[in-house]
């Protein structure tokens, strides 16, 4: 952690900013919210369905008050300004893959009123990149422009009444967190906020600053000083990342032999993940399945893998129905997750059962498979191997605005060639190899997959829920 003083414990109210159900994984599901609690009262200040949060509100009862953020349409000048530093920021790091992720994003502008906005943005943020400067100044313009609409005033009536130490944002790239933190901080009220995926600062997506940032690593802190230079270094906590601490919870932990045959798994054969992608990141990933099933029959019998597939938690989709028919073989767990909106991170929401689920799938699969998830990194902090799929499927169609090259030219992946933590499979030919030897020597990359951890995530990783609240503790400290 950046800054090392360790105030006091006293009584200090948090509120905990939950915009969109990805931070119940993160916040609610792990030990950060019972240690948060322990050190004062907390708001839970959240925009998900009633029904959804009703369990959490009964299990910390009068700990914890529970209140819906006030439901606002953004508006055009806001959208455009937020839209348009964004795309500032990604014109003015101008790194290898940035050119990847501008393309994607200038490729869905869509038509009617969408399609002018978002065309009116990008063009606003071309203006604005030349110097880091001209973002600062679209980030200040987006903070009056917000200020100036008609709903802000809910949003300071909220905090005037409630009077919270400091606002603690779950993430920083949502639009329903704008209005909340901006008023935060016109009162005069600390705020910070947690970078919650790998590859959230290289795709320049902070909709709006705070006063302080929880990251994962000292690479994440490097990344952030690098986009954001205007970050003062001492307000960057490097705390890891509470969503892996399930996996060192024992009380989730079935035996292997009982998890298995849950799932109608035979606990004598070895088993393969495949874990899915979205629909944006992985539009052939139904493809990808089958070439693993066939890869996986093309096997000796005395060595075949059984597979077992979870989707992603945003795809509700049929797009896997004709495979997993055609491949009975095929085991399927779904995600336990609530899903508000098809293909949308922020209209999903985890739950305790699936916490449990993935904990299991990750302590008692030997092998991941799957198009450049964060799921190689879950295998690898238990030592499991992972098979990255880098080729384009056979129904491919290259003027089809996907490619499997771009995916792995994304900015986030830039360092993995300095470890080499998983296999890359560059042709479904080489599956079935890949997979053997994956499975009969999982020790091989064990040297490279625990430095990526080490690179990516503070250790130890079961500590990161504490490190948080110390954090947020430093912070209401350096206030008073």
């Known amino acids: 952690m950046s800054n090392q003083s360790n105030p006091q414990t006293q009584s200090i109210k948090y509120l905990l900013l939950l915009p969109d159900g990805i931070g119940i994984r993160n916040f609610i599901l792990t030990d950060f919210i019972n240690r948060l609690i322990a050190s004062g009262p907390v708001i839970v200040w959240h925009a998900l369905p009633e029904e959804l949060v009703a369990p959490y509100q009964t299990e910390w009862g009068n700990k914890a008050s529970w209140h819906q953020l006030p439901v606002h349409s953004e508006g055009h000048l806001p959208f455009l300004l937020r839209r348009g530093k964004n795309m500032a920021q990604l014109y003015w790091q101008s790194e290898p893959g940035t050119d990847v992720i501008l393309h994607y994003m200038t490729n869905r502008i869509g038509s009617g009123l969408r399609g002018l906005r978002n065309r009116l943005a990008a063009g606003l943020g071309k203006i604005f990149s030349h110097a880091h400067a001209g973002i600062i100044t679209l980030d200040r313009l987006h903070a009056r422009a917000v200020q100036k609409q008609a709903y802000f005033k809910a949003y300071l009536q909220f905090l005037q009444q409630h009077q919270p130490a400091v606002v603690f944002c779950s993430h920083q790239r949502s639009e329903r967190a704008v209005p909340a933190m901006l008023a935060a901080r016109a009162l005069n009220i600390p705020t910070a906020t947690f970078i919650y995926s790998w590859d959230n600062l290289p795709k320049g997506r902070m909709a709006v600053h705070s006063d302080y940032f929880l990251v994962w690593s000292d690479h994440m802190r490097a990344e952030m000083l690098q986009y954001y230079p205007d970050i003062n270094p001492e307000r960057i906590f490097v705390v890891g990342t509470p969503q892996f601490e399930h996996y060192f919870n024992p009380n ?29 990141t992985s539009p052939f990933d139904s493809d990808y399945l089958a070439d693993l099933a066939e890869a996986v029959r093309n096997i000796p019998e005395s060595q075949r893998p059984q597979i077992l597939f979870r989707r992603s938690p945003t795809d509700t989709t049929g797009r896997y129905n004709a495979v997993l028919s055609r491949y009975p073989e095929i085991v399927s767990s779904e995600p336990r997750w609530a899903t508000l909106v098809d293909n949308d991170w922020s209209k999903v929401i985890p739950t305790p059962e699936d916490a449990q689920l993935l904990a299991n799938i990750v302590r008692h699969c030997d092998l991941v498979v799957n198009v450049g998830s964060t799921m ?105």
Do not use: M
């Not at 079935?254 to 495949?274: A, N, V, Y």
């Open 252 to 280: 989730l932990t079935q035996s292997c032999t009982e998890f298995l045959k849950s799932l109608s798994l035979d606990p004598s054969r070895p088993t393969i993940c495949f874990s899915g992608d979205d629909l944006t």
């Open 376 to 480: 190689a990194l879950d295998f690898a902090i238990v030592g499991k191997p992972a098979l990255y799929l880098a080729y384009n499927p056979a129904s491919w169609i290259p003027d089809c605005n996907w490619n499997i090259e771009q995916v792995y030219r994304y900015p986030h992946f830039n360092h993995i060639s300095r470890f080499e933590p998983v296999y890359w499979v560059r042709h479904p030919s080489d599956l079935g190899n890949l997979i053997v030897r994956a499975l009969q020597h999982p020790e091989e990359l064990e040297p490279a997959r625990q430095r990526w951890v080490e690179f990516l995530v503070r250790t130890p990783l079961d500590q990161a829920s504490a490190r948080c609240v110390e954090a947020l503790q430093c912070i209401t400290h350096e206030k008073q």
